[in-house]
């Protein structure tokens, strides 16, 4: 059993940064491909980010290109999230995922572990 607990989330200014953490335990950190999700009031959860076992391929999905990196430093059981050019459309429940099997077309689909969320709210 995988535990997830993020970190990082706060109030910024539109054009910001802010950068998340999720520091996981209950598991071998390095067996498991890591994501970032995101949940904005009203709307459903979705994939923003993720990252191979040992981090040499990331995945992105368009809106968050050329301004979101995510990284895992398994030394330290870590994957974290660095969000530049925030917009106020980035505003939303950010949530740390962790799943045993492959990111296959650039998404994590159902991911067995989550955190709990952190709050990024991006004022314009």
């Known amino acids: 059993q995988v535990q997830l607990v993020e970190s990082g989330g706060g109030l910024v200014q539109a054009g910001g940064s802010l950068r998340l953490s999720c520091a996981a335990s209950g598991g071998t950190f390095s067996r498991y491909y890591m994501g970032w999700f995101r949940q904005a009031p009203g709307k459903e959860r979705e994939f923003a980010a993720g990252i191979s076992l040992r981090g040499g391929r990331k995945y992105y999905v368009d809106f968050v290109k050329g301004r979101f990196t995510i990284s895992r430093d398994n030394a330290k059981n870590t994957v974290y999230l660095q969000m530049n050019m925030l917009k106020s459309e980035d505003t939303a429940v950010y949530y740390c995922?962790?799943?045993?099997?492959?990111?296959?077309?650039?998404?994590?689909?159902?991911?067995?572990?989550w955190g709990q969320g952190t709050q990024v709210t991006v004022s314009s």
């Open positions: 995922a962790a799943d045993p099997r492959p990111i296959y077309s650039g998404t994590m689909a159902l991911p067995d572990y």
